[in-house]
């Protein structure tokens, strides 16, 4: 997996019943993710209302890959997953959305 890739994953509920089946992007970098079995996600949901610390995306968003419905990244909920959890990799964002991913996750970290 590359930075930047959207991809399907297998997500655990948080009182880890059951799982489903949910769309993310690839936060870390490369080199992580090139020597580290975890990659570190921010998911994307289709609840498209204004929320901080997020990014609307529509298909244009994409370099490459079909986006289903327009949707939005919410960089305020990182989370980190094992590789073998992605079951597909759907797509990728073009690099000026990415960089919005970017600075709104650097935003979730800022000291005040």
């Keep these: 997996m590359k930075q930047g890739d959207i991809v399907l994953l297998s997500v655990p509920f948080s009182d880890q019943s059951s799982s489903k089946v949910r769309p993310a992007v690839v936060v870390s970098n490369n080199q992580l993710n090139n020597s580290c079995d975890d990659l570190v996600l921010v998911p994307i949901t289709s609840v498209i209302k204004e929320a901080p610390y997020s990014v ?47 600075v709104e996750l650097f935003k979730v970290f800022v000291v005040h």
């Design 56 to 102: 609307f995306i529509e298909q244009k968003s994409l370099a490459t890959g079909k986006l289903i419905v327009p949707s939005r990244i919410r960089a305020d909920k990182p989370f980190t997953a094992h590789n073998t959890l992605v079951k597909l990799k759907i797509g990728h964002l073009t690099d000026t959305v990415f960089e919005q991913v970017t």
